[in-house]
């Protein structure tokens, strides 16, 4: 069956720090991945989305970026982290039929 | 666009009732839809899906109805419980991901 992880569960990071999360899915190949971020009491938005290695796509202009080194991972990076990056992450692949399954997100606080 | 930025509206009912959650969707060519659960601090999870064919479909307590004419899409919870406390997403297929409503949530009294 398909797993995916994401981690950490919980981050806090200064302001102009870095940062790297790390999903991966398992038992599947070639997924399309997606990073979504959810600020507190609101909706989902899509950030990226990836249908390949290698192949990113952002459909918000903003301080993140993402990369998909390889096949099952897909990766949320920033080179220096804003006070408004704060917000619950989640990363999701897409199965069967077009259903998302999401990871069980990062909290990142960014102080 | 998508509602990211609102509040997200609330119901709450008392345990044992029946809930309806609404969302509205934006196209009219849209032809697979989804409604999630998220518990808190917690990732969506895949309640039921309908596709634009249907215009009704029963799980193990859920139902959800789709109304094409109006772009409409409820979700139906019988007996209501605890458990049930929650914000619930519809979601529409796109071409290459799923668009989100604002979310609702569900809080039950006991």
């Known amino acids: 069956s398909q797993t995916i992880h994401q981690w950490p569960a919980t981050l806090v990071q200064p302001v102009g720090s870095p940062l790297s999360l790390e999903c991966t899915v398992e038992?599947?190949?070639?997924?399309?991945l997606y990073w979504y971020r959810q600020a507190a009491g609101r909706g989902l938005q899509l950030l990226f989305y990836s249908v390949g290695i290698g192949q990113i796509s952002s459909e918000v202009p903003q301080n993140l970026s993402a990369s998909r080194p390889q096949d099952r991972q897909f990766i949320l990076s920033s080179k220096k982290l804003l006070l408004s990056d704060s917000g619950f992450y989640l990363c999701?692949?897409?199965?069967?039929?077009?259903?998302?399954?999401f990871g069980s997100g990062t909290q990142l606080s960014v102080l | 666009g998508e509602s990211v930025g609102l509040h997200l509206p609330t119901l709450s009912v008392q345990e044992g009732d029946n809930s309806i959650i609404n969302c509205a969707y934006s196209n009219s060519a849209s032809d697979y839809f989804i409604w999630y659960k998220q518990e808190s601090g917690k990732g969506p999870q895949f309640i039921i899906d309908i596709r634009s064919n249907m215009d009704k479909r029963q799980g193990q307590r859920v139902t959800v109805l789709l109304n094409k004419t109006v772009k409409h899409l409820s979700l139906q919870i019988a007996a209501t419980q605890p458990g049930d406390s929650a914000v619930y997403f519809c979601?529409?297929?796109?071409?290459?991901?799923?668009?989100f409503g604002a979310g609702t949530r569900l809080t039950v009294k006991p």
């Open positions: 999701a692949w897409k199965g069967q039929g077009g259903k998302l399954f």
């Open positions: 979601a529409e297929r796109r071409a290459n991901d799923m668009r």
């Open positions: 038992g599947t190949s070639n997924p399309n």
